[in-house]
């Protein structure tokens, strides 16, 4: 069984940081590209980062150029989402995203919220 399990959102005030987690199970995670996006209320889901199966090349969304880092542990099917510096904007569900050969699963999302 498939699954990819995000955790680490949370409340956070603006210029804190907090770190996403997705957990992989169910098939050969070191294959897929993952991705991290994010859907804040009213807006479509848009892409935050990606890393290919490697890990060797990263992208990143312009608007957290700089502030967040996406990398991943084959050894432990695991890919992150280092988030610093965070900003109001930032305030979304963030999902993790896996592809491979045109296969896609994605994760259930993990509440990411940024206030005072």
């Known amino acids: 069984q498939v699954q990819l399990v995000e955790s680490g959102g949370g409340l956070v005030q603006p210029g804190g940081s907090l770190r996403l987690s997705c957990a992989a199970s169910g098939f050969t995670f070191s294959k897929y590209v993952m991705s991290w996006y994010r859907q804040a209320p009213g807006k479509e889901r848009e892409l935050v980062a990606d890393i290919t199966s490697s890990g060797g090349t990263t992208k990143y969304a312009d608007s957290v150029k700089g502030r967040f880092t996406i990398s991943r542990d084959n050894a432990k099917n695991t890919v992150y989402l280092q988030m610093n510096n965070l900003k109001p904007e930032d305030t979304a569900v963030y999902y993790c995203?896996?592809?491979?050969?045109?296969?896609?699963?994605w994760g259930q999302g993990t509440q990411v919220t940024v206030s005072s």
């Open positions: 995203k896996a592809a491979w050969l045109g296969v896609l699963f």
